[in-house]
């Protein structure tokens, strides 16, 4: 037991510790700064690419050179796995790994930034914007679905998987999807415009949606509040992981 003189020496560190408000406002303030700045220049390049890419002779002409020196004919195995069965099947194994790490509110949180990257790309492509078909012959192909739904499953995997598992995942995931943007491009699929904007979609969502719900995740428990419930200060579970 503390003695009194031993109990107000303590205390007021304990509680120095644990409140320190403006340091935990600074510190969340952070990521949701950088995640509103990675959406704005993602934004800002999706746009410029897909006016440099139609109106831009130059650009478009080396668009197309670029999509004619590796265009050739044949059957893309992995491209041809993209369907909305898969996108379903994928959104399951999301939220499955989100409930049984007892995230489920980030599972949804995942699924949500998936299907607003592969609505978002349709609309785009099929109402909002326009330009020559010059590569295919089915109108407008910016941006690349297929690529959005590869960039947006691969960014819901991660974002529900355990942090220890995330560099290996993005490393397997890296190489997807280098493979499945040479592939469209391979096959004449889609221009390379196409698979890059697809990217900055997928990127500008994921960071608008981390942006959102950032500033409503619990932050880390200080010192005393995690002594409080039982947990451990340095107890790298207290953060949400």
Sequence with gaps: MLTTEQDSQTLPADITRGVTPARL??????????RVLTAAISTVLFLVLYRLSGWYRPAEQLDLDILRAFETHGSPMLLRTVSVPSLMLSSAVVLLIAAGRGRAMRGVRALMILAACNVLGQVLKGFVFGRDAIATHQGNSFPSGHMIAFGSVALALWIVLPRVM???????AALVLAVAAFELVHYGWHRPSDVVG???????VGAVGGAASGSREPCRPSSLTARRRGIPADDPTADGR
């Design 25 to 34: 406002l600074d510190g969340d303030r952070r990521p949701t700064t950088a």
């Design 166 to 172: 995330r560099g290996v995942f993005t490393t397997v």
């Design 198 to 204: 697809s990217l900055l979609l997928v990127t500008a």
